[in-house]
């Protein structure tokens, strides 16, 4: 079945540091999407790709999607006590007219002063 | 704003119990989804539903079962619960691609399993 891999598993940072965690799909993937989870909360919605080499942006968040559609990044700018959290990829694949997604592994952010 | 409630946050339940978990929606979304969370393993696709009555396996389905009797509701089921079922569960809800193209997860706030 279809498998996403994020590395690293876990970050620390010094404030002010930047940070990438990168996201990469055993297959092609219809969408990407990122959620970050605070410590001690649930998963919350951050932006979905769709395009190949697409790249938003919200504020110092970057996200990318691959040309092959089967990798992404997010990439943080000058990182903040409030990035602090754990940053899932979720890889969509249509199937049976739903959006499964298969969640990455996961990226643990630390942020010290 | 979506709002997914969930019966519990903290359960403790004893080997071979049947456990119920719930999940309740207030958005009219057709999909829901439960997930278990493991440090170091992500989130695992637990079972899924289109629609009412409708239920297909997720990655690891071994052990649960799950019910959708109303839209709203979306109950997991450990028949027999073992120690290896502790965990974090939980459910999330979407509306379908058809219907909003940013189809993103809306999750409830979880519940910690323990099975002793």
């Known amino acids: 079945g279809q498998q996403v891999m994020q590395i690293p598993q876990y970050q620390h940072v010094q404030e002010g540091e930047d940070f990438t965690t990168y996201c990469n799909s055993s297959?092609?993937?219809?969408?990407i999407q990122w959620y970050k989870q605070r410590p001690g909360g649930h998963p919350v919605f951050l932006i979905q790709l769709v395009k190949s080499g697409e790249v938003k942006k919200q504020k110092r968040l970057t996200f990318q999607f691959g040309e092959a559609k089967k990798n992404s990044s997010l990439h943080i700018t000058a990182t903040q006590t409030t990035d602090v959290g754990t940053y899932f990829c979720?890889?969509?694949?249509?199937?049976?007219?739903?959006?499964?997604?298969?969640f990455g592994t996961g990226t643990q952010l630390k942020v010290e002063l | 704003d979506v709002k997914v409630t969930q019966s519990s946050r903290y359960l403790v339940k004893r080997t071979g119990e049947k456990v119920f978990l719930e999940c309740v929606q207030d958005?009219?979304?057709?999909?829901m989804f439960w997930y278990r969370q493991d440090p170091g393993l992500g989130l695992r696709l637990i079972y899924f539903?289109?629609?009412?009555?409708?239920?297909e396996k997720g990655d690891i389905p071994e052990g649960y079962s799950v019910s959708r009797e109303k839209k709203e509701r979306f109950s997991l089921i450990l028949e027999s619960a073992s120690t290896n079922q502790t965990s974090m569960y939980l459910c999330?809800?979407?509306?379908?691609?058809?219907?909003?193209?940013?189809?993103?997860?809306?999750f409830g706030p979880g519940t910690r399993l323990t099975v002793l």
């Open positions: 297959t092609t993937l219809s969408n």
């Open positions: 999330a809800s979407s509306l379908p691609p058809r219907v909003r193209s940013y189809n993103e997860q809306f």
């Open positions: 539903s289109y629609d009412v009555k409708m239920k």
């Open positions: 958005m009219d979304h057709e999909n």
């Open positions: 979720a890889g969509g694949s249509l199937m049976g007219g739903g959006n499964k997604l298969t």
